[in-house]
């Protein structure tokens, strides 16, 4: 609901931030947002990814944080960021990892549901924490939206984020012990980060 588009009106006052969401619920929140923090709302756009409502060459830089999971469709949503992109511009992807054992959205460990969603969807639903927002995900891998990358010929820059264990609580410590030796002994990154500029 718009909260790295208000973060960068109001800490980048001299630039010019534009957003788009295409879910009516989320929309209103950030209607009610924008008033809040006096974002002008006409730069603001009710839209999906796979169709940006704005002209080809357009930003200097696109954030898309932990939504491209989200799209109807992923090779056509990152071609439109590629297209309204300037060529000098930056456009910055973070996803999940869905071979890493858990589920970020519910925040939870898990069978990794890029191999395992028939399981991930038992284990969500015998803790109760099971909606249908987890049958909306697009369970891919870093070889997954590799291979999106490479189809659609674009240049890029990797970063896998892993879980670092000496960071954590000595409770998450516990929590995360089995999900890090698997990860850890596999080496598949928890996040990733891709950056296309140029």
Known sequence: ??????????????????????YNKAVEIIEMKAK????????FKVAQSENIPFQD???DLIICFSVIEHVD??????????????NSG????????????GEQHYRIITFPPKQFSVLSRLHLKIIKR???????????NDSDL??????????FDRYDQYLNFSLLSRRDKIFYLVPYIYAKLLKISRTQHIIISG
């Open 1 to 22: 609901t718009g909260a790295e588009l208000f973060y960068f009106h109001k800490n980048y006052p001299g630039s010019k931030i534009f957003g788009i969401e295409p």
């Open 90 to 101: 930056v456009l910055y992807i973070n996803t999940p990892n869905f071979s890493f054992p």
């Open 146 to 155: 590799d291979k999106i990358l490479l189809d659609i010929g674009v240049k």
């Open 130 to 140: 099971y909606t249908h927002f987890f049958e909306s995900l697009n369970f891919f």
């Open 57 to 59: 060459d357009f930003f």
């Open 73 to 86: 469709n992923v090779k056509q949503s990152i071609k439109e960021m590629v297209r309204v992109k300037k």
């Open 36 to 43: 809040l923090f006096s974002y002008p709302i006409k730069q």
